[in-house]
């Protein structure tokens, strides 16, 4: 019989947390031992799987005895504070947060992009953003035949993105136009029902917001191309799963849409959707629930002789987050790193 | 007293005529007689205007003598068919359709911009596709200073840009999901709320669709550049008012974030809504009802030295379309042109 693990799940009553139960049962990932893990406050919350219950304890210090795996998904606080115990006490944690993404000491994986770089955990790894996810996926086995020079990418980011708040939060909203009542937004700056913001996370210096910056950073550090230029403008869109982005790409040689179309088709966890005269493209309500990422609408770009504009949208929640980060797990077992 | 003016509205009951109503009255546009078309179908309706009510009449041939302004806001086909009359019976049509606006005899004007444009007029004149009037008044007095070459836009339109049907469309889907109902798209190939979709207009085979097409080839005559590179992905998103732009410019020389800012306070129509320590930035629900064009998230390009990113967001009805039209209109008043 091959190898089980102990897995802790930290924030396993959130929208990721969620979801990654119902992909690690999907996947039927070899559990020996499965412990959830929560905040005070959902302590004692009865969650099924598989065919019984587990009860959701509170996160402390000692959580992590014996465990094999950590999966974080829960605030930046938490992931500050129980990756570095959870690697002490002799488990792998795989973060959700940006807290260490950026750390040379932590591998940022997305398995079909960057698999090898999980070789060099010290303990700690961290999934993507999950706009950048996506955006690698299809930009990375184009990277690999003729080099990409710059990336303009612009989203259309799922509240889902933001967490359980957020999606009652535009569920309410939609509520209130229904019954035309005035709605107050707690979770977002202003009205997302209807409505745009761009905005997501903190603003910089640089007049990017820190979502923005994460996507240049994380791109660059995924696909070993520290120079890599990427801008970013990133928005909140009143869609409950699935984020999208208009890419615009430049690449060292002209790349004709056929041949980019060809290469993402063989792309590992990508499908391609684009058969105009159907109107058959990628969009987030068919992205939901499913692992793939959709790209469509590819097309020279007519402003640039070396570009390619496309369309990609994927379910943040699965491979955006939660699939990610068992995909991670399986490619360190398979490579008996655990 | 000044000269007064008789004027037919061809879609007076459509979003556009309805607008564009509202806007004449505001602007006390100097109105002799007004004159309310549609199709037979909406013959008979009485349409409140000034103290009282006017009476929609069936459109034909002989529906213009007398007029001095035809504003034509209906199909593509009305366009095709009413303007050369409009035209020929003395009147100055004004055109809302892409019907007339890559004809060289037919200026694209949009007054902020290319005032001048109205003096080559033939009797018929085009407002521009309503992503493109907002990009062209924030481009335009850039260009003037510091040479465009090269814009990228991503749009997020709003469903009244489709017209009445689509509005009523994303009503209804809204109001099936609240009531945990199947909805059957009609005037989209796909549902759109709570969803994107990476089409308006039909695809050419350069896998762009007309609307990114229409955005290259309006800007460029607009802006006198018939050669200017100009890529757009143009995507509909679940908001009823209000059209969005993620842009991205480069430009001949460099352009610090603050010149920009600087140039866009003083542009006519423009107003720069940008305070991240605030949140505050363009969003469709703030610019829906209001004439201007709004801008916001301006910053330096990271990836690209010339480059300047931003983010607007204007009412697509109004400065989109029945506003545009109707400073046209005044714009020839005031020349002395009708």
Chains 1, 2 share one sequence.
């Not at 959580?63 to 094999?68: I, V």
């Not at 889902?160 to 909203?173: I, N, Y």
């Not at 820190?210 to 191309?225: D, F, N, S, V, Y």
């Not at 770009?301 to 399986?330: C, T, Y």
Request: charged share 25%.
């Amino acid at each position: 019989m091959s190898k089980q693990y102990n897995v802790a799940v930290v924030g396993a009553t959130g929208i990721v947390g969620t979801e990654f139960l119902k992909i690690a049962a999907e996947r039927r990932f070899p559990l020996k031992g499965l412990k959830l893990l929560a905040t005070e406050r959902s302590a004692g919350k009865r969650i099924p799987f598989g065919e019984g219950e587990i009860t959701v304890e509170a996160t402390t210090p000692g959580s992590f005895k014996g465990a094999d795996f950590v999966f974080i998904s829960a605030s930046s606080a938490a992931s500050k504070e129980y990756a570095p115990i959870a690697r002490d006490a002799g488990a792998i944690a795989i973060d959700d947060s940006s807290v260490w993404r950026q750390d040379p000491d932590v591998p940022l994986v997305v398995p079909e992009v960057n698999a090898d770089d999980v070789a060099g955990h010290k303990g700690i790894l961290a999934i993507p953003n999950c706009s950048t996810t996506p955006l690698v996926m299809c930009l990375a086995p184009l990277h690999r035949l003729n080099r990409v020079t710059r990336v303009i990418a612009d989203t259309y980011q799922s509240v889902s993105g933001t967490g359980t708040a957020a999606v009652l939060e535009l569920e309410e909203q939609t509520h209130d136009w229904e019954r035309k009542r005035e709605s107050v937004p707690h979770t977002y700056p202003h009205h997302i029902a209807f409505n745009l913001l761009p905005q997501i996370d903190t603003f910089m210096d640089s007049g990017y917001t820190k979502e923005e910056w994460k996507m240049t950073a994380e791109t660059r550090k995924i696909m070993h191309e520290p120079e890599l230029p990427l801008s970013a403008t990133c928005v909140r869109v009143p869609v409950f799963i699935g984020h999208s982005l208009a890419v615009h790409v430049e690449f060292e040689r002209p790349f004709r849409a056929g041949d980019v179309r060809d290469v993402l088709r063989q792309a590992p966890g990508v499908v391609v959707q684009d058969e105009p005269s159907l109107s058959l493209y990628p969009m987030p309500r068919d992205a939901a629930g499913k692992d793939p990422v959709f790209a469509g609408r590819i097309r020279e770009d007519v402003s640039s002789p070396n570009g390619i504009a496309m369309w990609i949208s994927s379910d943040n929640i699965r491979k955006g987050a939660a699939l990610n980060a068992i995909q991670i797990a399986e490619e360190m077992v398979a490579r008996g790193l655990v």
